[in-house]
């Protein structure tokens, strides 16, 4: 229902681009089915995004929210790592400092969390760390991956961003489609596809949704100060709301984690002059 959201929403603002409800078919058929091979192309992040939402589903559902939140910056990492080899870029020393003390950060926080585990079983009887640990770690590494290869899908074409959204969103439909009901086939069939569906579940595809739209922009737009901020914003809020919603314990190790996550992202995103090596949409073609 997120890529349905987020379909509907992408097809809405490029109408707004277009004159006309006929210029704007027109540029649809144009771009998704006679332009085939530019469509195939967007397949391979498509794919990637779809796995990656459902293993961060997976481990939200066995991590609580603040280790969930450090543990995921390890996409930062899997990101430089895969524009170094994919987009030839140059990091600066302070940056690579900045990924050895991020893998420490969420080193640490890991530790907390498997020491706290007995103590804190309470908030979920059916809690692997384990899993979740393991699911948001191969999220990080396909995030990284699918991000790169968006960025140089967004930034080597001038194709609207809006369109290049509905391009992605009309092969991940179908792929999500396709998962959601391999694994609920019996569920759906025995009690509606919408069975479970309340104003919170509504509520959280609007804010997938939403988020997946604004992810695009920064890749559009990116802006590592204000990004860098966000990310280290989104680990403070998750866990203050943790310690509110679900009676979570902020440990010594946790806070510590966390501080160096965030100081990571920080020294990560320090405004500096670095060199970069030329990114080609050709390039694409060999992934």
Known sequence: MTEVLKLMASLFLVYCEHDDFKSWRQALCHRVTVIKMDTIKVLVPSLVYVIQNNLLYISASHLDATTYQITYQLRILTTSLFSVLMLKRKLLPSQWAALVLLVLGVAIAQL??????????????????????????????LSGFAGIV?????KCSDISIWMRNVQLTFLSFPLALLMCLISDWNKVVRLGWFYGYDYFIAYLIVLQ???????FLVVKHSDNILKGFATSLAIVISGLASVFLFNFRMT?????????VIGSILLYSKPAK??????????????
């Open 112 to 141: 907390s969390s498997c020491s706290e585990a007995p103590k804190q079983s309470n908030m979920s009887h059916a809690q692997n760390r384990f899993i979740g640990f393991s699911a948001v770690l191969v999220a990080s590494f």
């Open 252 to 260: 010594v190790l946790l806070i510590t984690g966390a501080m160096m």
């Open 274 to 287: 670095v060199e970069k090596g030329p990114v080609r949409f050709r390039e694409i073609e060999n992934i």
């Open 150 to 154: 968006v960025e140089m899908i967004l």
């Open 209 to 215: 949704a939403a988020g997946g739209m604004l992810s």
